[in-house]
C-alpha cells in the first residue's frame, strides 16, 4: 500500500478478534525493545484500550478490534521509524507465534491447504465477515475478505505480513503478498494476492 495509513478510510467498531493478535504483537514489544510495554502504550490509546493492556491478554478471548488497532498504532508511535514495516513486521511476527504454539493444529504441509482452511475458520479468530479462498494457480491463491463492519489499512498490513509468513511456514519459498482491493480505499472488500516458488 503506496499510500500513508493515516490517509484511508477506516471504521473501528463493530467487531472483535481473538487475543492471539494481542498477544503476539504485545510479545513483539517486549522482545524487540524491551525498555517498552503495555504500561507506556496506555498513554497513546483510548482509556477502553488502555484498560485492557493492563490486564492478562488471553489468546482464547474476544477483544475489540478497535483495541488491535490502537495497539498497534500506538507500538508504531512508540518505536518510531516507518510504521507501515512495523505493521507488517507484526503480522509476520504473528505466524510465527501463532503457527508454532495456540494455533500449531492448523498448521499445513503446504500453503494452499493452509489457506483453505484458515478461509473456512476465519470466524474462529474475528466474529465479524467472509474470507473466500481461491486457487488462482499451482503457487498462487486469492483471500477475499468481504461483509467487514470494522476496518483499517493498519490491520490489512498486518494480515499482509501474517500471510507472507504463514505461506512460508507451510512450505512456500519466497512468498509474496499483494493487496489488489481494499475497503479503506473504497472497495466493498479486502482481496489478498498471495504467491509462492
Not at 484511508?8 to 504483537?25: F, I, S, W
Not at 484500550?49 to 478471548?61: D, E, G, K, M, Y
Not at 516507518?82 to 507465534?97: I, Q
Request: hydrophobic share 40%; glycine share 8%.
Amino acid at each position: 500500500m503506496a499510500d500513508a495509513v493515516g490517509a484511508l478510510r477506516e471504521v473501528l467498531d463493530g467487531g472483535n478478534v481473538k487475543g492471539g493478535v494481542l498477544v503476539a504483537h504485545l510479545q513483539w514489544l517486549r522482545e524487540s525493545h524491551p525498555r517498552l510495554g503495555p504500561s507506556e502504550l496506555c498513554a497513546r490509546v483510548s482509556p477502553a484500550t488502555a484498560a485492557l493492556l493492563r490486564q492478562r491478554i488471553l489468546p482464547v478471548s474476544w477483544y475489540p478490534f478497535r483495541a488491535v488497532v490502537e495497539t498497534d498504532r500506538a507500538i508504531a508511535a512508540q518505536c518510531g521509524g516507518e510504521p507501515d514495516g512495523l505493521f507488517l513486521e507484526l503480522g509476520r511476527y504473528s505466524a510465527r507465534l501463532n503457527l508454532a504454539t495456540s494455533y500449531k493444529v492448523y498448521a499445513r504441509t503446504e500453503p494452499h491447504a493452509f489457506f483453505q482452511l484458515a478461509a473456512r475458520l476465519n470466524r474462529q479468530f474475528q466474529d465479524f465477515g467472509r474470507a473466500e479462498y481461491e486457487r488462482t494457480g499451482p503457487t498462487e491463491c486469492r483471500l477475499t475478505m468481504s461483509e467487514f463492519p470494522c476496518f483499517s489499512a493498519v490491520f490489512c498490513l498486518s494480515g499482509r505480513g501474517y500471510y507472507e509468513q504463514a505461506t512460508a511456514l507451510q512450505g512456500g519459498r519466497d512468498p509474496r503478498v499483494v493487496e489488489t482491493s481494499c475497503q479503506c480505499r473504497g472497495a466493498s472488500e479486502c482481496r489478498f494476492d498471495i504467491r509462492w516458488t
